[in-house]
């Protein structure tokens, strides 16, 4: 238990270093670290039908990675297969893993840093794009490589590519720009998948 707390603030931090020393140079006179990562009280616009969307959005990431995770070759395995078979007594471990070391430490770096970096050069849309591809490309590249397939480097690419996407939109089109609704969202989906593997 506490090798998880420690990795996970550990990871959270490390995914925080190259922002903070970025905001320090440019930003720390504008606004705080946080709210310049939009770590803040999201702003909602039609909160009851993003809140529909976005659990449809979930549910369909969700079936989609329990069929592709199958497919997968044996010995190749999830990050969150690591609590397999332990039960209960992982629930910590597991939730520590979802909202902090994976969901904290991405949307930090993804839609925090990157996409808030970029959009204000090359606009919204691409700029998310970019985070999108880059947040697609560090789930799906490992994959590819272990199983040595390029199926499984496309599908495992372009599921978690598809949900930054939407999560970039969300923060930023849908709720001021706080990472908090995506930050929710993917330690939502981190969770279930994992829990499932109990």
Request: one cysteine or more; aromatic letters at 10%; glycine letters at 8%.
């Amino acid at each position: 238990m506490l090798s998880d707390l420690i990795s996970s603030v550990a990871q959270a931090f490390l995914f925080s270093l190259i922002p903070f020393l970025v905001w320090l140079i440019t930003a720390r006179r504008k606004q705080s670290f946080p709210a310049w990562l939009g770590l803040k009280k999201p702003q909602c616009t039609k909160p009851g039908r993003m809140v529909v969307i976005t659990l449809s959005v979930a549910a369909v990431y969700i079936l989609s990675m329990m069929f592709c995770v199958r497919m997968l070759p044996a010995g190749v395995t999830t990050a969150g297969a690591q609590y397999a078979g332990q039960g209960i007594s992982a629930l910590l471990p597991v939730l520590l893993y979802a909202f902090v070391r994976t969901a904290l430490s991405e949307e930090i770096l993804f839609r925090g840093f990157l996409l808030k970096l970029m959009q204000d050069r090359f606009g919204f849309r691409i700029a998310n794009a970019i985070q999108a591809i880059l947040f697609g490309l560090m789930h799906g590249l490992p994959f590819g490589l272990a199983a040595m397939s390029a199926s499984a480097f496309l599908l495992l690419t372009a599921l978690p590519g598809l949900v930054g996407a939407y999560q970039g939109l969300l923060n930023e089109k849908h709720c001021g720009g706080s990472i908090l609704p995506s930050w929710l969202l993917h330690g939502c989906m981190n969770l279930l998948t994992a829990v499932l593997s109990l």
